[in-house]
Every structure is written in structure tokens, then in C-alpha cells.
Nanobody
Framework: QVQLVESGGGLVQPGGSLRLSCAAS????????MGWFRQAPGKEREFVAG????????YYENSVKGRFTISRDNAKNTVTLQMNSLKPEDTAIYYC??????????????WGQGTQVTVSS
């Protein structure tokens, strides 16, 4: 069992940066791949970035490549999403998830409650 709590969301101007953090409880955190997803109003939840259990493999949705960076610290049971050059279309609720390596929602077993990111001038 893994419990996930996101933090770090907020309001930022276009071109700005935010760093999202996800704190995990449970001794099995390091055995899971981790992902960040987002859901904008009126849209389905979509994959943003993923990292495998060792942290050596990462994968990004095309629109965030070069702007977002996912990382993890298995000693601290945390995964972060550094978001730079933010755009209004990045506005969404961002979710942290733990599960198998993949980009689909149903490949992840555990989800956080989400944190709101709003990009607006």
C-alpha cells in the first residue's frame, strides 16, 4: 500500500516555474514506477511524465518535453516535477501516481489527491 500527497501547486505567470513534490508513505515506494498526470477542466486526465523505479528512465508527454523534469529520491520517498517555461495550457490539477511503467491511467494503482496549477497573467 502506498499513500501519496502532492504539494507545490499555485498561481504562476506565463513563463514562470513551479516545483511539485509528492511524498509517499510505505516501505515499498522504491519498487514502483511513478508518474505525474494532469486534468484540465472539461478534459480527461492525461499523462505528463514518468520515471521508473531506479530513476534511470524517464518519459515525457510531447508538449512538456524540454520544459518539465521528473526526478525521485527513494531514500526520502519523494518524487518531484520541476516545471519551467509554464504556459496557460499547463493549467490543470496535477496528480502523482504509483504503479507500473507506462502512460495509461490504469497502469497506476495509487493516486494522490491532486494539486492545482494555474498559469495566468
Amino acid at each position: 500500500q502506498v499513500q501519496l500527497v502532492e504539494s507545490g501547486g499555485g498561481l504562476v505567470q506565463p513563463g514562470g516555474s513551479l516545483r511539485l513534490s509528492c511524498a509517499a508513505s510505505g516501505r515499498t515506494f522504491s519498487s514502483y514506477s511513478m508518474g505525474w498526470f494532469r486534468q484540465a477542466p472539461g478534459k480527461e486526465r492525461e499523462f505528463v511524465a514518468g520515471i521508473n523505479w531506479t530513476g534511470h528512465m524517464t518519459y515525457y508527454e510531447n508538449s512538456v518535453k524540454g520544459r518539465f523534469t521528473i526526478s525521485r529520491d527513494n531514500a526520502k520517498n519523494t518524487v518531484t516535477l520541476q516545471m519551467n517555461s509554464l504556459k496557460p495550457e499547463d493549467t490543470a490539477i496535477y496528480y502523482c501516481a504509483a504503479g507500473r511503467w507506462g502512460t495509461a491511467n490504469d497502469e497506476y494503482n495509487y493516486w494522490g489527491q491532486g494539486t492545482q496549477v494555474t498559469v495566468s497573467s
